[in-house]
C-alpha cells in the first residue's frame, strides 16, 4: 500500500503542475497565432527598450510578430516537405556546440595570455621585410580641407591664400577656419585617401583622384565653398610610408601572435592526449 501511495504522489504532482500550466496559457493574452503555436505578452516583454513611445511600441511589436509569423510558417513548409533524415539537424546542431566552446575557451586563453603590446621594432622590421604589402592601392596625403558659407566675406581672402606654403598665410587660414568656417580641419595631420575627402565634400571618389595630383580641390554645392589643400601627396602603386600602415601593420603582428598561440596550444592538447594514451587512432593498423 505504502509503495502504492509514493507512486501516486510524483504523477499527481506532475497532473497538477500540467493543469496549473495550461491554465496560465488559457488565461494568458495571446499576441498571435498560427495552427498550434501562439505568441504570449510574455513572449514579447522584454523587446522594448526604455522610454519608447507607445506609437513606436506599435510599429516593434507588429515587425516583431510579423518576423515571428514569417519563421513559424516557413518551419512548418520546411517540416511538411522535408524528409525524417532532412529535419535530423542533430549533428549540425552538436557541430555548432562544439565549434562554439572551442572559440569561448580560445578567447579566454589568449586574455590570459596574449601579448598585445607592439614594439616600434618589430613594425618597422615587418614593414622592410614585406614591402609588396604595403603598395598603395588608392592616392594619400596629408590635407586642410574648409567648408564655409558661399557669401561670407572671408571667402575672397581664403581662395587667396588657401595653397600658400607661407607660414604667414597658413596662420591665417587657420585664424579663418576656426573664427567663421563651418568645418576647418586638417585631419589631425594624418595621411588620408580619396574616400575619406569623399565622405566630406560634394564630389566622388574619381573626380577626386582627378584633381589629387594638382593638389587643390575646390567645390560649391547647397550654399558652401570647400577649399582642399593637399600636402606630400602619393600616388596609387608607390610604397606607402610607415606611419600610414602603422596601425594596419601592428595588427598583422598580433593576429600573428594570435594564430602562433592557438597552434601550439592545439598541438600541445593532441601530443598530450597521443603521449597519455588518451587519443588512440586505429587506421595504420
Known amino acids: 500500500m505504502t509503495k502504492k501511495i509514493i507512486l501516486f504522489i510524483p504523477i499527481l504532482l ?4 500540467c493543469n496549473f500550466l495550461e491554465r496560465k496559457q488559457q488565461q494568458e493574452p495571446k499576441i498571435a497565432e498560427i495552427n498550434d503555436k501562439a505568441l504570449f505578452l510574455s513572449d514579447v516583454k522584454d523587446i522594448f527598450p526604455v522610454g519608447i513611445s507607445s ?27 522535408l524528409t525524417k533524415e532532412q529535419k535530423d539537424v542533430s549533428q549540425e546542431i552538436e557541430d555548432y556546440r562544439l565549434s ?40 594619400i596625403a596629408k590635407a586642410i580641407l574648409i567648408k564655409v558659407v558661399e557669401d ?16 604667414k598665410d ?29 565622405n566630406e565634400l560634394p564630389l566622388d571618389i574619381r573626380q577626386i583622384e582627378a584633381e589629387w595630383q594638382k593638389k587643390v580641390i575646390t567645390a560649391n554645392a547647397n550654399g ?11 600616388q596609387a602603386g608607390e610604397l606607402a610610408p610607415l606611419e600610414y600602415k602603422y596601425e594596419t601593420i601592428s595588427g598583422i603582428i598580433r593576429n ?14 593532441y601530443n598530450d592526449a597521443l603521449n597519455h594514451n588518451k587519443l588512440k587512432i586505429y587506421i595504420d593498423k
Open 100 to 139: 562554439l566552446l572551442i572559440f569561448r575557451y580560445e578567447k579566454l586563453y589568449l586574455e590570459q595570455r596574449l601579448d598585445a603590446s607592439v614594439s616600434q621594432a618589430a613594425i618597422e622590421k615587418l614593414y622592410r621585410e614585406s614591402p609588396q604589402n604595403f603598395i598603395l592601392t588608392k592616392p
Open 14 to 17: 506532475l497532473c497538477v503542475s
Open 55 to 81: 506609437e513606436d511600441s506599435l510599429q516593434l511589436l507588429r515587425g516583431f510578430v510579423n518576423n515571428w509569423a514569417r519563421k513559424q510558417l516557413m518551419a512548418d513548409l520546411a517540416n511538411q516537405y
Open 152 to 167: 561670407i566675406p572671408q571667402v575672397k581672402r581664403i581662395r587667396q591664400i588657401y595653397q600658400s606654403d607661407k607660414e
Open 256 to 269: 600573428r601572435r594570435k594564430q602562433e598561440l592557438l597552434k601550439d596550444l592545439e598541438n600541445s592538447v
Open 170 to 198: 597658413r596662420q591665417e587660414i587657420s585664424q579663418i577656419g576656426f573664427s567663421v568656417a563651418e568645418k576647418f580641419t586638417g585631419f589631425d595631420e594624418q595621411w588620408i585617401d580619396a574616400e575619406i575627402l569623399a
Open 224 to 234: 558652401y565653398e570647400y577649399f582642399v589643400r593637399l600636402y606630400d601627396i602619393m
